[in-house]
């Protein structure tokens, strides 16, 4: 193996256009599970075995991989959207949790999944994701994270009454003060990043419920079959229009703790 390829993570590099490609995934993710579980009326218990089937496949695909490949990984990202979106719906509706109990309960998953990530590998940077052992990690936060994200985006619009635009706009403002923070304090980039990786589900969330639920409701009522096929138009250019580079590895320069 190269020094060059030595140094190299098996995930793209944290870029503008990442988070572009991110936000998209996190919309389509939210349109695809619904048109599933909703309109092909497969069920939210159906809709998550499905996903996870294929999650779990391509994770093992991803870890196989020798470098990084961004159309295996951001279908892989993708498939972990849908999924959290058919398994926060599942839990949420179908369990009776309520979106209130599921974020609750979801966040403590991911922090439970950051800790013990942290407790093992001693950093949590995603400029590490290279060994087997930190790409299982990585993947079941991007999981629990994407799920939390859509019993979050829901609670929002929901809930707190926010409805689907004023829930964007919160999370778009939210996004905001980290970005703030990246450039202007010290806080660490690494708890950034997780921070705005779990924020981008909610807005990805609210804005695919606003393309497809009924004007009555504040959508757009774009059928949910269109828009995922709009979406997922518009992410696949994304994805081979923008540039994309593996992330450096700290053999490069070190990590952030």
Not at 89 to 94: E, H, I, K, P, V
Not at 158 to 176: I, K, M, R
Not at 195 to 205: D, S, Y
Request: glycine share 10%; hydrophobic share 50%.
């Amino acid at each position: 193996m190269s020094e060059q390829n030595s140094t190299l993570s098996k995930v793209p590099a944290i870029t503008l256009g990442f988070w572009i490609i991110k936000i998209a995934a996190t919309t389509l993710g939210e349109t695809g599970g619904d048109t599933v579980t909703m309109t092909l009326n497969f069920g939210y218990l159906a809709g998550t075995a499905i996903f996870l089937s294929l999650l779990a496949a391509l994770v093992v695909a991803q870890v196989a991989a020798k470098a990084f490949n961004p159309i295996l990984y951001w279908t892989t990202i993708v498939a972990s959207t849908t999924a959290g979106t058919t398994m926060a719906d599942f839990a949420d509706r179908s369990l009776g949790i309520g979106y209130t109990g599921g974020s609750a309960t979801l966040l403590v998953c991911v922090l439970a999944v950051l800790a013990l990530w942290y407790w093992s590998e001693g950093t949590v940077s995603v400029e590490t994701v290279r060994t087997p052992r930190a790409e299982m990690f990585y993947w079941a936060t991007i999981t629990f994270s994407q799920t939390l994200g859509t019993a979050l985006g829901d609670w929002m619009a929901d809930t707190s009454g926010f409805g689907y635009l004023g829930g964007a706009s919160v999370f778009l403002g939210a996004l905001a003060l980290v970005a703030a923070a990246y450039y202007w304090t010290r806080v660490s980039h690494v708890l950034l990043f997780w921070a705005a990786f779990i924020l981008t589900r909610p807005l990805g969330a609210t804005v695919g419920d606003f393309f497809d639920k009924p004007m009555s409701q504040g959508g757009l009522n774009v059928s949910r079959p269109l828009a995922t096929a709009l979406i997922a138009a518009f992410m696949v250019a994304a994805v081979f229009l923008i540039p994309q580079r593996a992330g450096q590895h700290p053999s490069a320069r070190p990590p952030a703790v």
